[in-house]
């Protein structure tokens, strides 16, 4: 917390709380929040903050063959909200569209093409 207030200020950059979680549909379930034990991932984190330019470490691996594994660690580029509120509307739109993240080690496979070709160590998550 206190590096993620010394970027913040550093750079003039906002701070997002990024506040995840499910809705469910059973309509016996008044408060609609999905039960957390219902996912596999035990790295599942509902709650992060972050801004531009903080660092950020994956908790999963991903796809290890190419740079994305537990541990491998990154700096926030970009920060897309499709709406006025950013990650301030408590209730239901409150995370980004996607979060671009430069991981230094990705190496993408002969093929493929990276999501910035400016900067090819640039990934976008969805």
Known sequence: MTKLKETSEKYKVPVARLNCHYESNKPNNPARLAERHHFKNENYQDLVEICLLSRVSLTDNFIPEIGLFNGARGTVVEMMFNHAEGPND?????????????????????????????????????
């Open 90 to 126: 408590n209730q239901h739109r409150h995370l980004p569209e996607y979060v671009v993240v430069d991981f230094p080690l990705l190496a993408l496979p002969e093929g493929y093409e990276p999501w910035d070709k400016n900067h090819p160590t640039v990934s976008a998550k969805q």
